[in-house]
């Protein structure tokens, strides 16, 4: 009961990584195509003022992730990272770059810098969640066996499902990013900035569901159990995901940003939770289920209570963040807000 | 054995017979790899903890004093610590990483027993990320004193955040609160595994540290500017509020620290003997400043007879328990740790006296009615000064390395070998490559991009604050 409680509020905190801090991802993707210097300065610029005060924020949940995670399940994630540990350091190193460089970015004023600062930035923002998609990949393709380091190191992770887990994860944080910035612009009153954002939503999201209908043969072939999974227990939310995703489309093109910004979270968050609905209780397919890996009760109602606590200072402390850009004089820094919400 | 050797042999422990693939090199890079990103972090994670608190006092003093000069010194500081955090965040992710990447063996048995701590200090330092956004983004969107309140968050938090840390490495000196049973663990009693006995010493030794480090880091780079003659009041306070605060805060690390060595001669006799060098049980044992060990002894040291019985019992006939108490495997390399310690009370004893000093100079000019740093000396002094920086932040390193390379063979005392603990994955090495030029690309930027903003960089003031005693602000 604790165990399964645990593991729906870790599966909750990486849904908000992935909602949030997917977006901040995928805006440095946008970044990426901006354009050159001159071209692409407006949107850089906006896209900096998008995430600069929550990214951050955002990027914690991936702390609360892991934290979580060796805390209420210690064997999974020494399984899981012992193995996946090659994609997971250049995960890790492609953090450190995409947080850093950003910062350096936004301090440096010369061009050199800022291209260089930039580069990084953007190529880091692409390859990070490219990296992480082929760890959820490998773990939900049963190539993650209990046991350190009992996986094998590099077929864990460049295989079928991990590749298509990585560029799935590539195109959805860049849908989820080109529909927030899309709101963002069209807030801030730059007709011309939403409509390119807008035309970047749709093409992918158009892309990201060609991806996830090639997946399904890939799943067939590649990972059994995890198709059985979809394809029954989990099958509601797989239709929900589908569906938001056209939905989303549909809204976009007739300029209803919130709500598509909410119907695209949707369509990402029922990605999420039908993997975990599809493998559950498995934690590593086959064999080693929630029960086997979590912690003891001990363990496990400290860690929910201290988060309990925790988040009723979080909340209010999260409101008062994005409130206090929220409410805005008319400056382009006005995106500012909720460029990841 | 010779000093390099041992150090090497200290490296390449022996390989885990189970254990298949790892192999030394894979062992000690596992090692180095730790120890490099933590010996970064925990700078970047002291300014963090520390710089909240200097740019707080420079604002409230910005407002108290309606001074252009204290308020663009709040901006600049919180510039820079913007970036610092951003830095010390991405930083602290990768260490959680790693704690898995590297030392799956230590987790995947006590990640539980030592995952509240690591809750909780997620917890803090989600509010530290949220309030450091408000307060960096609306500085001009809020009225002052609500803005000075909304960075209070920070350093509470940061604190906190220094403390539950520190918790965590303290159950791997003295594990506490879980049960084995065949090998797993069956009974946890989180709480008890936090707040285990050695929390409370390490974790004030390492925040007292944390805003020392911040402190004379800061007041260093004023100290070079006032030396070059730009004496004028942004760059005098920028000296004196951290100088101060570092000063104040150093003899009561001395006071900690203290607590901390008392703390091992009860719970870690193992530990105190490797830190003094101590190979033999005895009473009357000298205390021994510097040296190496060579075979069972302290060589070329400088010996301050009965001074250890001394400081432990406070009488010459004290016993000391020595490292012949366990077998020569489990000793930690004794030249390492014993050094380590010397250089850190060395500069701990040199950055008290600069504070002595500085009080010894304001009483000087309180009486004859001189302003501070107008008498003589003055420039010794801040040459001095500029160095104290530098030097805390060796202090830090090397009170760190007493603690880990004290803890040694074992990641948990007594309990788990380093050996037993790694990631048993072939190509340790690689990573090890990897991570040293990301972080050498990363300290170079760092350094270049603090330093621009130190110079020249044009920083956004309001109009009233554009010409404050003569000195460039842009």
């Not at chain 2, 965590?168 to 506490?176: E, L, T, V």
């Not at chain 2, 060595?261 to 009860?266: S, T």
């Amino acid at each position: 009961m604790l165990a399964d409680l645990t593991l729906a509020v870790t599966w909750a905190g990486l849904t908000c990584y992935a909602l949030f801090a997917g977006a901040d991802f995928g805006a440095g993707f946008w970044d990426l195509l901006a354009g050159r210097d001159k071209r692409g300065l407006p949107q850089r610029r906006f896209i900096e003022h998008s995430i600069g005060p929550v990214w951050e924020a955002n990027h914690v949940w991936l702390i609360f992730v892991l934290v979580l995670l060796w805390a209420g399940f210690s064997p999974v994630f020494a399984a899981v990272l012992s193995t996946l540990y090659i994609p997971l350091t250049l995960a890790a190193l492609g953090i450190i770059a995409r947080g850093a460089a950003f910062a350096f970015r936004k301090a440096s004023v010369e061009l050199w810098q800022q291209r260089l600062f930039g580069a990084c930035f953007a190529l880091s923002s692409v390859l990070t969640p490219f990296f992480l998609g082929t760890v959820a990949g490998g773990v939900a393709s049963g190539r993650v066996p209990a046991g350190i380091a009992a996986g094998d190191t590099v077929t864990s992770w460049a295989n079928p499902t991990s590749f298509l887990g990585g560029v799935l994860a590539v195109l959805a944080c860049a849908h989820l990013a080109a529909v927030y910035l899309c709101q963002d612009a069209a807030r801030g009153g730059d007709a011309a900035l939403a409509a390119q954002f807008r035309r970047r939503a749709v093409l992918s999201g158009l892309a990201s569901g060609v991806v996830a209908l090639a997946g399904i043969a890939i799943l067939h072939e590649d990972a059994t159990v995890l198709f059985h999974g979809l394809t029954h227990r989990a099958l509601p939310l797989v239709v929900v995901s589908a569906v938001a995703g056209v939905v989303g489309l549909v809204l976009l093109v007739r300029d209803h940003f919130v709500w598509a910004r909410a119907v695209a979270a949707l369509a990402v968050a029922a990605i999420l939770w039908s993997w975990g609905g599809a493998q559950y209780p498995n934690m590593l397919v086959p064999s080693t289920t929630v029960g086997d890996a979590a912690s003891t009760d001990a363990v496990l109602a400290a860690c929910l209570i201290s988060l309990a606590v925790g988040f009723l200072l979080l909340v209010p402390s999260l409101w008062l963040l994005y409130a206090t850009f929220q409410r805005e004089q008319p400056a382009p820094a006005d995106a500012g807000t909720d460029g990841a919400r | 054995m010779s000093q390099p050797a041992s150090l090497l042999a200290a490296a390449l422990l022996p390989p885990y017979a189970a254990s298949g693939a790892v192999t030394p090199g894979d062992l000690s890079a596992a090692r180095a790899q730790m120890g490099f990103s933590l010996a970064w972090h925990i700078v970047v994670a002291c300014l963090g903890v520390g710089l909240p608190l200097l740019t707080l006092a420079a604002e409230w003093y910005g407002i108290r004093t309606g001074n252009p000069a204290h308020r663009l010194l709040a901006r600049r500081w919180a510039r820079a610590m913007g970036v610092l955090f951003a830095v010390g965040a991405v930083s602290g992710t990768i260490l959680s990483f790693e704690m898995g990447l590297l030392w799956p063996g230590l987790m995947g048995k006590f990640g539980q027993v030592i995952g509240l701590p690591f809750a909780l200090e997620g917890i803090a330092f989600f509010i530290e990320a949220i309030f450091l956004g408000i307060y960096l983004y609306a500085w001009d969107r809020l009225p002052p004193r609500m803005h000075l309140l909304t960075g209070v968050p920070i350093v509470v938090a940061g604190i906190l955040s220094a403390f539950f840390v520190v918790c965590a490495n303290a159950w791997m000196n003295q594990p506490r609160g879980y049960t084995l049973r065949g090998g797993r663990v069956v009974h946890v009693d989180p709480w008890a595994a936090m707040l285990n006995p050695a929390s409370p010493p390490q974790s004030v030794h390492m925040v007292l540290a944390a805003l020392m480090v911040a402190s004379f880091l800061t007041a260093s780079v004023y100290a070079v500017a006032l030396l070059r003659g730009r004496r004028d009041t942004y760059h005098r306070t920028g000296f004196f509020i951290p100088f101060v605060l570092g000063a104040v805060v150093t003899p009561f690390q001395l006071v900690a620290g203290d607590w901390a060595a008392r703390f091992l001669a009860d719970f870690r006799p193992t530990k105190l003997a490797a830190i003094e060098g101590v190979f033999h049980t005895h009473s009357h044992v000298p205390l021994t400043v510097l040296g190496f060990a060579d075979g069972d002894r302290l060589r070329y040291g400088l010996e301050i007879p009965d001074g250890l019985s001394l400081l432990v019992g406070y009488r010459p006939s004290t016993v000391i328990k020595g490292l012949d108490r366990v077998p020569r495997e489990d000793w930690p390399t004794v030249t390492s740790v014993h050094l380590s310690f010397d250089v850190m009370v060395g500069l701990g004893c040199f950055l008290l006296l600069m504070g002595v000093w500085l009080l010894l100079a304001w009483w000087w000019g309180r009486r004859t009615g001189t302003a501070p740093l107008a008498v003589r000396g003055t420039r010794l002094f801040l040459l001095l000064a500029a160095v104290t920086g530098p030097a805390a932040v060796v202090a830090l390193e090397c009170g760190w390395c007493v603690t880990e390379f004290g803890r040694q063979p074992w990641v948990v005392w007594g309990v788990m070998r380093v050996r037993d603990a790694v990631n048993p994955a072939p190509g340790l090495m690689t990573g090890l490559w990897l991570v040293l030029f990301v972080y050498a690309a990363m300290t170079t930027a760092a350094v270049y991009v603090l330093r621009r903003m130190t110079r020249d960089t044009p920083v956004p003031v309001a109009p009233q604050e554009s010409d404050v005693e003569g000195y460039p602000v842009a």
